[in-house]
């Protein structure tokens, strides 16, 4: 399945840079952002619309409602796992 056209999944370097911090914040909000060992977000027109994020002793993923079921979930575990 490919994304839509306007969403790119992306690993960013860690520590997040504080714009992506906040947004991982704000899609996992029980995420200890600062402590990540790997993250993958999923942008569209600039925005994190989805993340999926792992740290020693747990791991997250949030998908924005709208975005669900497009295959933006399976791009971020792929990348995830990288």
């Known amino acids: 399945m490919s994304l839509p056209a306007r969403v790119r999944v ?10 992506l911090r906040n947004a991982a914040a704000r899609l996992c909000p029980g995420a200890p952002v600062k402590e990540l060992t790997a993250a993958a ?4 027109g600039g ?3 989805g993340a999926s994020l792992r740290w020693d002793g747990g791991e ?5 409602s709208r975005w669900r079921g497009r295959g933006i979930e399976e791009e971020l ?3 995830l796992a990288r």
């Open 10 to 19: 992306t690993r960013p370097p860690l520590p997040l840079a504080p714009a």
């Open 60 to 64: 997250a993923e949030y998908i924005e």
């Open 41 to 44: 977000l999923a942008i569209a």
């Open 47 to 49: 925005a994190v619309i």
């Open 77 to 79: 575990a792929r990348v």
